[in-house]
């Protein structure tokens, strides 16, 4: 099975702040890479596919970027209602396999 | 719109066994995969396996073999999710999402069952 792991697991920013968060595969999963952004109470919600797609209907200041083991998501300016659960998935082969999550607080 | 809408909250006894369902509406059902995830509380996102609604064809997550079986109902756009075998391990929110076929993500999601075991 293909590792995800995530860094950090969590971190706290103020509005405004550019925030990154880096997700690794353990093995190379070419641009096979999902992003999703799950709130308290709540399911997840796609904000990127194939490693740098805004999916529709989200917020331009998120945006992804990567290949091969090493990915990064990026909030360019983060907002009060981005306060959430942020996780990598791989689609490259079954079974797919998440990070264990990023955690982001905003101050 | 596309929507995921599953079957509510479960309480089991371990050994017993659990059936979710899932419905979709929105788009042609048989189009799309649908996947199911599930979360412990205070945990991460564990896929379990997929489906193709229209082929009956599954790809079981080998942690879950031979305890879960993924099923159908094109007539009602239902999918259904039964595990069996159940443990208190087992207790956690179970979603359905729709897979993505060109990038195999999830979306949308359904808006999660919670199954608890508890004797």
């Known amino acids: 099975d293909i590792q995800m792991t995530q860094s950090p697991s969590s971190l706290s920013a103020s509005v405004g702040d550019r925030v990154t968060i880096t997700c690794r595969a353990s093995q190379s999963i070419s641009r096979y890479l999902n992003w999703y952004q799950q709130k308290p109470g709540k399911a997840p919600n796609l904000l990127i596919y194939?490693?740098?797609s805004l999916q529709s209907g989200v917020a331009s200041r998120f945006s992804g970027s990567g290949s091969g083991t090493d990915f990064t998501l990026t909030i360019s300016s983060l907002q009060p209602e981005d306060s959430a659960t942020y996780y990598c998935q791989q689609s490259y082969s079954t079974p797919w396999t998440f990070g264990q999550g990023t955690r982001v607080e905003v101050k | 719109q596309v929507q995921l809408v599953q079957s509510g909250a479960e309480v089991k006894k371990p050994g017993a066994s659990v059936k979710v369902s899932c419905k979709a509406s929105?788009?042609?059902?048989?189009?799309?995969?649908i996947n199911w995830v599930r979360q412990a509380t205070g945990q991460g996102l564990e896929w379990m396996g997929w489906?193709?609604?229209?082929?009956?064809?599954?790809d079981y997550a080998q942690k879950f073999q031979g305890r879960v079986t993924m099923t159908r109902n094109i007539s009602i756009s239902t999918a259904y999710m039964e595990l069996s075998g159940l443990r208190s391990e087992d207790t956690a929110v179970y979603y359905c999402?729709?897979?993505?076929?060109?990038?195999?993500?999830?979306?949308?999601w359904g808006q999660g069952t919670l199954v608890t075991v508890s004797s």
């Open positions: 929105g788009y042609t059902f048989t189009t799309y995969d």
């Open positions: 999402a729709r897979g993505l076929a060109t990038d195999n993500c999830f979306d949308p």
């Open positions: 489906m193709n609604p229209n082929s009956g064809n599954t």
């Open positions: 194939a490693a740098s």
